[in-house]
């Protein structure tokens, strides 16, 4: 049973505009929250995390959303450029208690030029 | 600075033979995760080794093991292969065993086909 998932396997978004990649999780016990990007016949690599006591970290044209009643969290990328085009991971975990990290399936986004 | 490497990147295997692939991680760094990840879908946690020592081990059979040597480097072995094992091996490196304190650190993977 998935515990993190992401329900879009792809978006499509013109330059310039925002883009908002989606993920819910159903683990109560994560309270740590990570997103990485990957290319083509890359590793992925970490782009941008939060914490479960903060709704919101921003990091440049990045910034993640934490909404913890609800079980979701959001990446906005504003504002979109081509070179962002990749696959985005939402990974979670529970914490110091925890050595792993629980991958969602990942988003596809082109942004088109 | 060299980030993590893996070794090989691409093998073909048959059912029933084993594999090892081997990972160095980032200089410094004392941890090394290995994670799955079949075509479609997320990587998935396979291990983590801090200091040498196993912290955790994701839901795979025993077919599956791991170990981590003094020089920090890892390897990853799987006996009697099935066509399931067939995916991108990721090692993934941190400074410190714990991944919420600092992102993990992914080489390019190995690709495993089996036949």
């Given at each position: 049973?998935?515990?993190v998932?992401?329900?879009?396997p792809?978006?499509?978004?013109?330059?310039?505009?925002?883009?908002?990649?989606?993920?819910d999780?159903?683990?109560?016990?994560?309270?740590?929250f990570?997103?990485?990007?990957k290319?083509?016949?890359?590793?992925?690599t970490?782009?941008?995390s939060i914490?479960?006591?903060?709704?919101?970290?921003?990091d440049?044209r990045?910034?993640v959303?934490?909404?913890?009643?609800?079980?979701?969290?959001?990446?906005?990328?504003?504002?979109?450029q081509p070179?962002?085009?990749?696959?985005?991971?939402?990974a979670a975990?529970e914490?110091a208690?925890?050595?792993?990290?629980?991958f969602?399936?990942?988003t596809k986004?082109?942004v088109i030029? | 600075?060299?980030?993590?490497?893996?070794?090989?990147?691409?093998?073909?295997?048959?059912r029933g033979?084993?594999?090892t692939?081997r990972?160095?991680?980032?200089?410094?760094?004392k941890?090394?995760?290995?994670?799955?990840?079949?075509?479609?879908?997320?990587?998935?946690?396979i291990?983590?080794y801090y200091?040498?020592?196993?912290?955790?081990?994701?839901?795979?059979?025993?077919?599956?093991?791991?170990?981590?040597?003094?020089n920090?480097?890892?390897?990853?072995?799987?006996n009697?292969?099935l066509?399931?094992?067939?995916?991108?091996?990721l090692?993934?490196?941190?400074p410190?065993?714990?991944?919420?304190t600092?992102?993990l650190?992914?080489?390019?993977g190995?690709?495993?086909?089996?036949?």
């Amino acid at each position: 049973d998935q515990q993190v998932k992401q329900n879009s396997p792809s978006l499509s978004v013109q330059e310039g505009r925002i883009s908002i990649l989606n993920c819910d999780y159903t683990n109560s016990m994560f309270d740590y929250f990570l997103w990485y990007k990957k290319y083509p016949a890359e590793g992925p690599t970490f782009l941008i995390s939060i914490s479960s006591i903060k709704d919101k970290n921003e990091d440049g044209r990045f910034t993640v959303f934490l909404n913890k009643s609800a079980k979701h969290l959001s990446l906005h990328i504003v504002p979109s450029q081509p070179g962002d085009s990749a696959v985005y991971f939402c990974a979670a975990s529970e914490g110091a208690g925890s050595y792993q990290l629980t991958f969602g399936k990942g988003t596809k986004l082109s942004v088109i030029p | 600075d060299a980030g993590v490497t893996q070794s090989p990147t691409h093998l073909i295997k048959t059912r029933g033979q084993q594999v090892t692939l081997r990972c160095s991680p980032i200089s410094g760094h004392k941890s090394v995760s290995w994670y799955q990840q079949v075509l479609g879908q997320g990587p998935q946690f396979i291990f983590q080794y801090y200091e040498k020592e196993e912290r955790g081990r994701g839901n795979f059979p025993d077919r599956f093991s791991a170990r981590q040597f003094p020089n920090y480097s890892s390897e990853l072995n799987v006996n009697a292969l099935l066509l399931g094992d067939s995916a991108l091996y990721l090692c993934a490196s941190s400074p410190t065993g714990i991944p919420n304190t600092g992102e993990l650190f992914f080489g390019e993977g190995s690709r495993l086909t089996v036949l």
